[in-house]
């Protein structure tokens, strides 16, 4: 099922400042993709566009077969979650708990819905512990998965992730990654927009890469790390393990650990 539609769009700021221009592609349901790009290439305009924080100025976008020029950012809401880059501009009750219960309770959600889906997002993003504290105690790693969290608990299809490996360290990476693969796996559709080349070549099925407001191409991790040229496009650099791959004298690009042991093993047979 398409989850996500956009035909030719293009967004400018009221300043003149063109920020994706006649931008083409779908999303299936279940898929989980990261968004890569310089600053500036248009990657979270196109994100802001899915969750009709903006609006196209051009060309349509659809999300679960709605125009997003017809409904509101509050509308869409139901369908479609985004978890800011700086979790301070989304966090503003007293407690973890009233910030994860906020969302449901807007959205009409019974009491028991709300208190299940607020027990399934504090564990998932390993926060249980931290329900009664309030958010501006905790630590910036920690907020994110506040944020996290709170978007989870309104059930939506679609999660948007902007940057949230930003100030992680190597546990918080693995918590994302985790998180992200129990998502998938219960049906949600993935967008994440990242500068992490590591986190993209390990823990996606889809990458699309964005210059100068443009979809420049869409593969898998594999596909866009052999690709040298548009590398070079979108002036972004090979993961170290693909780097490290190529210099031990394997051909194919390897994006993950486990197939460079594998690659490894065959050439020590």
């Known amino acids: 099922m398409e989850m996500i539609r956009f035909e030719n769009v293009s967004f400018v700021y009221p300043n003149?400042?063109?920020?994706?221009?006649?931008l083409s592609f779908s999303v299936q349901q279940g898929e989980n993709i990261a968004v890569v790009g310089q600053n500036g290439a248009g990657k979270s305009t196109a994100?802001?566009?899915?969750?009709?924080?903006?609006?196209?100025?051009?060309?349509?976008v659809t999300v679960a077969g709605k125009d997003t020029r017809r409904h509101?950012?509050?509308q869409l809401a139901r369908h479609v979650g985004y978890i800011f880059q700086n979790p301070d501009d989304q966090i503003f009750h007293s407690t973890v708990e009233a910030e994860l219960r906020f969302g449901p309770k807007v959205l009409g959600f019974d009491r028991e819905k709300i208190s299940r889906m607020v027990q399934y997002a504090a564990q998932l993003c390993g926060i249980e512990d931290c329900l009664h504290m309030n958010p501006y105690d905790l630590p910036l790693s920690v907020r994110k998965f506040v944020t996290i969290a709170s978007v989870i608990a309104m059930d939506p299809e679609v999660l948007i992730l902007d940057e949230p490996t930003a100030g992680q360290d190597l546990r918080g990476m693995q918590k994302l990654a985790h998180l992200l693969s129990v998502l998938q796996q219960a049906g949600k559709t993935l967008l994440t927009v990242t500068h992490h080349m590591e986190f993209t070549a390990e823990h996606f099925?889809?990458?699309m890469v964005m210059a100068n407001q443009h979809?420049?191409?869409s593969g898998s991790p594999e596909e866009i790390f052999r690709d040298g040229a548009l590398l070079e496009e979108g002036m972004l650099k090979r993961p170290f393990?693909?780097?490290?791959?190529?210099?031990?004298?394997i051909q194919e690009t390897v994006v993950s650990e486990d197939r460079l042991i594998q690659c490894l093993n065959k050439m020590l047979r």
């Open 72 to 74: 509101s950012a509050a």
């Open 241 to 249: 393990i693909c780097e490290l791959a190529c210099a031990l004298g």
């Open 47 to 60: 994100a802001k566009l899915i969750n009709g924080l903006l609006k196209p100025t051009d060309g349509k």
């Open 215 to 217: 979809l420049l191409r």
């Open 205 to 207: 099925d889809r990458v």
């Open 16 to 22: 003149g400042f063109c920020a994706v221009k006649d």
